[in-house]
């Protein structure tokens, strides 16, 4: 226990809370009705740097703190304003005792309708749940499909209904796609009912990774971080759970070819169904029909993002960076 504290103080040690000053991102308006979505003088806030790879937000109402983990470094780290930095959980997401891979930790997060925090765990490869305040250990929500242990899920979102949704991509793989240990052919997309029962719903695809729900529920958004096939796609949710035949919403390969940073990864929806998708250049803002509306240019390749707060407060990981900038308007979920 004394290792893990004193590991835990230099992890912090190492890290910077609102030491950077500089501006690390604009905005860039391709449509009017993205300055009625953000101010034109609003700028991404920098919290905390020095992270290895920060991704999975998630913002804790009853606790009014951001969690969001460092893939590299096997941790979920803790932000409150007035309070700064913590350790909330080492290891996050890979519990052996041997070196695994270059991204063995927890990866997307989400607090569930029951008030647990659900974690993508790459190392150990699977999907678990845990009270907030730690007690009572682990319990999975899926460790595997048809006996078959996943490659290393990476992202999820869970309906009011309570079915779950997660992806399967191979980054937290020794050698990723070309890992040994690899027991599932295809990088899916999986539904896990209130059961516990995981099904396949998407096998199609090269790079699945961040999902996201629409406000009615009706469309599940999957962001694919292939550079040659850049895409964000809706499928339609049917009445049993499942999915219809999927659909390219945007396609962001060409501004990966420009040469912007950063792939489609994690992504959100707000209460009027516009989507704030991470990807080349930043976070890009669609509306529910596709169309760019404009960015939240970002000087580094940015991962993923969450609503905060009252809602209107945009939490973002980037790189090395967690920041946050303020919208006029309220997210999914609030």
Same mark, same amino acid.
């Given at each position: ?6 590991l ?78 913590? *350790?909330?959980? #080492?290891?996050? %997401?890979?519990t052996?005792?041997? !070196?695994?891979? =270059?991204?063995?930790?927890? &990866? /997307? ?21 845990m ?6 250990g682990?319990?999975? *929500?899926?460790? #595997?499909?048809? %006996?078959?242990?996943?490659?290393? !899920?990476?992202? =999820?979102?869970?309906?009011? &209904? /309570?079915?779950?949704y997660?992806t ?38 090269s790079?699945?990774?961040g ?28 009445s049993?759970g ?13 501004m ?79």
């Amino acid at each position: 226990m004394e290792l893990i504290k004193t590991l835990a103080i230099i992890m912090i040690a190492s890290l910077s809370v609102n030491a950077q000053q500089k501006s690390i991102s604009k905005l860039i308006s391709e449509n009017p009705k993205f300055d009625e979505l953000i101010d034109v003088n609003a700028k991404v806030e920098i919290l905390a740097d020095g992270f290895t790879w920060a991704e999975g937000p998630v913002w804790d109402k009853k606790e009014k703190c951001l969690l969001f983990s460092d893939v590299p470094e096997n941790t979920i780290y803790k932000y409150k304003a007035g309070e700064g930095l913590s *350790v909330f959980l #080492n290891p996050s %997401g890979y519990t052996g005792k041997q !070196p695994y891979s =270059l991204e063995p930790g927890s &990866n /997307g997060l989400i607090i569930n309708n029951d008030g647990e925090l659900v974690a993508c765990e790459h190392g150990d490869r699977r999907v678990t749940k845990m009270p907030m305040n730690g007690g009572g250990g682990k319990f999975p *929500v899926s460790d #595997n499909w048809e %006996g078959k242990r996943f490659n290393s !899920p990476n992202d =999820l979102v869970q309906a009011a &209904n /309570g079915t779950y949704y997660f992806t399967d991509p191979p980054y937290g793989l020794p050698n990723r796609e070309n890992a040994t240990t690899r027991e599932i052919d295809v990088f899916g997309v999986y539904k896990v009912d209130v059961s516990g029962k995981t099904e396949l719903v998407i096998k199609d695809l090269s790079r699945p990774n961040g999902v996201a729900l629409s406000p009615d529920e009706k469309i599940l958004y999957v962001a694919q971080s292939d550079p040659e096939k850049a895409y964000i796609l809706a499928y339609e949710i049917k009445s049993d759970g499942t999915l219809g035949e999927g659909s390219i919403l945007y396609d962001a390969t060409p501004m990966v070819k420009a040469g912007y940073k950063g792939l489609p990864d994690g992504l959100k929806t707000d209460k009027n169904g516009n989507i704030f998708t991470t990807g080349p250049g930043g976070i890009l803002v669609l509306t529910d029909k596709g169309e760019l509306l404009g960015r939240i240019e970002i000087d580094e390749a940015t991962a993923n993002c969450a609503w905060g707060d009252d809602g209107s407060v945009l939490y973002i990981t980037s790189d090395m960076y967690v920041g946050k900038i303020q919208t006029k308007t309220i997210g999914k979920g609030f």
